[in-house]
């Protein structure tokens, strides 16, 4: 970004973090990144429609992947994602059952809650739900990048890029901005998974005369 360091000050580093945490902040509405999933257990109660995923120690989860419910001897199946309109639709959402079939992720502005249905009949099984959890904050500057080795050029481009935007002229500033872009990509490129593609129909939101819950 051609910032001399000898003319670095405390507002330029502190300018520089804040680029840092946007930049991450960019890179989570983005992209889908796999370092960042994380796989949380969740203890059901007799008859709870709810539960505040800010409420399970160390998770900052920003969103839900997939939801499975284990019984006690560990045995799992997999529970559905539904819609807001799905569920709100439910008339009665504290119906019990021999386990949740069905979630909604609620993405509220400082914690995921997730609400099942029907709700567990029983103290004893849990949910195994991954997460997608938050980047860590650079704070004061000490921490070790929140990101794996394959995306360090992606951060040190996309960092050069930001700060350029600030402190250097904007024919520079394209310049690394489209290489922050191709690192980006190249990185994210290293995430894909391999394995067979499956095509399977949609459990798509659908129509039906008796809802949820009807006797």
Not at 74 to 86: H, I, S, V
Not at 97 to 116: C, H, I, N, S
């Given at each position: ?23 991450l902040v960019e890179w989570a ?136 935007q600030k402190f250097s002229p ?46």
């Amino acid at each position: 970004a051609k910032v001399d360091p000898a003319t670095l000050d405390v507002r330029k580093i502190e300018s520089a973090k804040r680029s840092v945490n946007y930049m991450l902040v960019e890179w989570a509405a983005h992209h889908y990144h796999e370092f960042r999933t994380e796989q949380i257990s969740v203890a059901l109660t007799v008859g709870t429609t709810s539960y505040d995923l800010v409420d399970v120690p160390n998770t900052r989860a920003i969103d839900v992947l997939r939801v499975l419910h284990r019984k006690s001897g560990g045995y799992d199946t997999p529970c559905f994602p539904m819609t807001r309109d799905d569920y709100f639709m439910i008339p009665q959402k504290s119906t019990q059952g021999a386990r949740p079939t069905e979630y909604f992720a609620e993405k509220q502005r400082d914690k995921v809650v997730l609400y099942v249905w029907p709700t567990s009949d029983n103290l004893v099984d849990t949910l195994r739900v991954d997460i997608m959890r938050r980047f860590q904050d650079v704070g004061r500057g000490f921490n070790e990048e929140d990101i794996p080795y394959y995306m360090r050029e992606a951060f040190v481009a996309g960092l050069a890029a930001r700060v350029a935007q600030k402190f250097s002229p904007v024919d520079l500033w394209k310049t690394l901005l489209a290489d922050a872009m191709r690192q980006f990509d190249l990185g994210t490129f290293a995430e894909d998974e391999a394995g067979d593609v499956i095509i399977q129909p949609g459990r798509g939101r659908r129509r039906c005369r008796r809802p949820r819950g009807c006797s």
